[in-house]
């Protein structure tokens, strides 16, 4: 619980204020430059319309009341009406604008998360888990949203109004002015400390929203596990534990706000009151007049309105600075596996020709820093149209060598070729192109059974989609469907049965008419029916191409034109079923095990 409480608390707390991030966050912005500009001068004229009602009340007063001039106080009422009403259109636009440019800033930003996600490799994903990363494409990027359409253009109206009053304040009477200003060393000293407070509140709660995600996260993936044990009455105690601990922080956050706003109201009233003491005097010597008076009262309000909203957008600045940083790590990460600087394309036709030259590849290093190697010098061929059986002890590298083959990963040492090609030269896209890859662990979206086999390709019609489902034998269970092929299938496809996920995967690998097939222990999940079924599909898919084949069960691929034997990452054996059974050797025990075992079932 200590590490992950430290990871959490890493994540949830970075500089206040960082030039760097603030740089990169601005280019963002650069494509809207002159929306930007736009709101800016918006912001400028609406602050600008804040210190117009003031000055035209001190002339009410002044000058048009005691002159009993009716035209001219009926012409500086229809000012200040003006004022008001232009300042709540410009509030309007402003509104509108900023909002504008902080949504399609963030449509940019998951836009641009979404395709580095998509091109990262699996080693990434191994490190990475999902819930983290999707808190980047929401959470993070929906802060950064705060910040642009509520904080960093925004600003400058804050800026804008306390100069404007600055400068209207000094102009009007200078003394009055400084008597205003008197109190901004209590206000300063205030926004410092609750600052610091509000500070240390939103890094509890960035923590405590880490740890109860993470809870959730974990138990609800689980909730089979939870249910099977009863621990539903222990995991809710735990999680009542997690949430008062985040109420809590947020309480404290809350009170810090509930003391910051009342001290600034006092220091406001205090500076009204000494405004009126200082004027009153003043205006009993005849130096100063109500108007200038009552024009500095309305003044004194509306100062210390934006620095209230600027200390209140300092814990925004900070959230967005602990975002972005996260965010641009994300978009920081190096592209390890990508299309080479001078492809070498593959004939049209590809002929199927695989061939591994002492492949070295290991996941991860050990305890001394040494690669901990899955596979040790692997060298084999597959020749056009030839099925090739891999077989072994769980963790004997099986599936790494699919993971190479489709450069999921690369390898530390030794080359893998496609066609006498290095697969490092081939485009990505052209090399996964040849290959189709069906899982044990079937991946199925929670669109409809259509979208399915043909993942959205336009090059695959309806017409390929059914006669796809109808070669592998989907198509019976497909027509049960309430919505047939329209089917929605739920997320992961769980409204399916195992089998019927297989059967959908196998018209996918169908559809698309590969060059090369590789099954991952394809059949081992599903019923002797519908392996049945498969077994009777794949033979006519596997005719005429060049195909992988993993599995467990050796019934299954007995029928390979040669069999490959890992063991501890070495090729150990390799040879037909009949050549390796009168070997003698580890395929042989391997083969006499399983069979002891189904008999003895």
């Known amino acids: 619980m200590a590490d992950v409480d430290a990871f959490h608390e890493g994540e949830a707390l970075g500089k206040a204020y960082d030039a760097r991030l603030m740089k990169r966050l601005v280019r963002y912005l650069t494509p809207y430059r002159w929306q930007v500009a736009l709101a800016i001068l918006v912001l400028m004229i609406a602050s600008a319309t804040q210190v117009v009602g003031p000055?035209?009340?001190?002339?009410?007063?002044?000058?048009?009341?005691?002159?009993?001039?009716?035209?001219?106080?009926a012409l500086l009422a229809g000012g200040f009406l003006a004022a008001i009403l232009l300042g709540v259109v410009l509030q309007y636009a402003q509104a509108i604008i900023?909002?504008?440019?902080?949504?399609?800033?963030?449509?940019?930003?998951?836009?641009?998360?979404?395709?580095?996600?998509?091109?990262?490799?699996?080693?990434?994903?191994?490190?990475?888990?999902?819930?983290?990363?999707?808190?980047?494409?929401?959470?993070?990027?929906?802060?950064?949203?705060?910040?642009?359409s509520s904080g960093l253009v925004t600003v400058f109206g804050d800026i804008f109004m306390l100069t404007f009053i600055v400068i209207a304040m000094l102009r009007m009477n200078w003394q009055l002015a400084l008597v205003s200003f008197s109190v901004l060393p209590l206000v300063f000293?205030?926004?410092?400390?609750?600052?610091?407070?509000?500070?240390?509140?939103?890094?509890?709660?960035?923590?405590r929203i880490a740890r109860m995600n993470a809870f959730l996260h974990e138990r609800l993936t689980g909730v089979r596990v939870v249910q099977l044990f009863n621990r539903e009455e222990a995991d809710a105690a735990k999680h009542a534990e997690l949430n008062r601990d985040y109420l809590d922080a947020h309480l404290r956050s809350i009170t810090y706000y509930a003391l910051f706003f009342p001290v600034i109201q006092f220091f406001t009233a205090l500076a009204l009151a000494s405004i009126i003491w200082y004027g009153?005097?003043?205006?009993?010597?005849?130096?100063?007049?109500?108007?200038?008076?009552?024009?500095?009262?309305?003044?004194?309000?509306?100062?210390?309105?934006?620095?209230?909203d600027l200390s209140e957008k300092y814990n925004l600045l900070q959230a967005a600075m602990a975002s972005s940083e996260r965010v641009f790590q994300?978009?920081?990460?190096?592209?390890?596996?990508?299309?080479?600087?001078?492809?070498i394309a593959l004939p049209s036709s590809t002929s199927g020709r695989i061939e591994f030259r002492d492949v070295w590849f290991a996941y991860t290093d050990d305890s001394d820093g040494e690669p901990d190697w899955?596979?040790?010098?692997?060298?084999?061929?597959?020749?056009?149209?030839?099925?090739?059986?891999?077989?072994?002890?769980?963790?004997?590298?099986?599936?790494?060598?699919?993971?190479?083959?489709?450069?999921?990963?690369?390898?530390?040492?030794?080359?893998?070729?496609?066609?006498?090609?290095?697969?490092?030269?081939?485009?990505?896209?052209?090399?996964?192109?040849?290959?189709?890859?069906?899982l044990q662990d079937v991946f199925l979206f929670?669109?409809?059974?259509?979208?399915?086999?043909?993942?959205?390709s336009p090059e695959i019609d309806d017409a390929q989609v059914r006669a796809a489902a109808e070669r592998i034998g989907a198509a019976p269970f497909i027509a049960r469907l309430e919505n047939g092929y329209d089917q929605a299938l739920g997320e992961r496809g769980s409204s399916l049965s195992v089998g019927e996920r297989q059967l959908v995967s196998f018209a996918r690998a169908l559809a698309f008419d590969p060059a090369i097939l590789v099954l991952d222990e394809a059949t081992s999940s599903v019923d002797s029916e519908i392996e049945a079924q498969i077994e009777s599909a794949t033979d006519e898919l596997l005719r005429g191409r060049t195909s992988l084949v993993i599995a467990h069960r050796l019934s299954t691929v007995q029928n390979a034109d040669r069999l490959i034997v890992l063991h501890q990452g070495e090729l150990h054996e390799e040879g037909t079923h009949a050549e390796l059974l009168d070997a003698g050797g580890l395929y042989s025990r391997l083969h006499e095990l399983q069979f002891t075992a189904v008999v003895g079932a």
């Open 330 to 343: 994300l978009l920081d990460e190096e592209i390890v596996i990508s299309d080479p600087d001078r492809p």
């Open 280 to 308: 009153g005097l003043r205006t009993l010597d005849g130096v100063l007049t109500i108007g200038i008076i009552t024009a500095f009262l309305q003044y004194a309000r509306s100062f210390f309105r934006p620095i209230q």
């Open 189 to 207: 000293f205030a926004a410092f400390l609750f600052r610091a407070k509000i500070r240390r509140a939103y890094r509890d709660i960035r923590v």
């Open 374 to 438: 899955v596979l040790k010098g692997v060298t084999f061929t597959v020749e056009p149209g030839e099925k090739i059986a891999i077989v072994g002890h769980t963790g004997a590298g099986k599936t790494t060598i699919i993971n190479l083959l489709m450069r999921f990963y690369e390898v530390n040492r030794g080359q893998i070729l496609l066609d006498d090609t290095p697969i490092e030269a081939v485009p990505l896209d052209d090399l996964r192109g040849r290959i189709a890859l069906v």
């Open 98 to 148: 900023t909002t504008w440019l902080g949504q399609s800033v963030m449509y940019d930003l998951r836009a641009e998360i979404f395709e580095k996600l998509q091109r990262l490799d699996l080693r990434y994903y191994d490190k990475n888990p999902v819930g983290r990363l999707m808190t980047r494409m929401t959470n993070d990027v929906e802060t950064l949203n705060d910040l642009f």
């Open 55 to 73: 000055w035209l009340t001190q002339l009410i007063l002044d000058e048009a009341i005691p002159r009993e001039d009716g035209e001219y106080l």
């Open 446 to 456: 929670s669109q409809d059974v259509a979208y399915n086999i043909r993942l959205g």
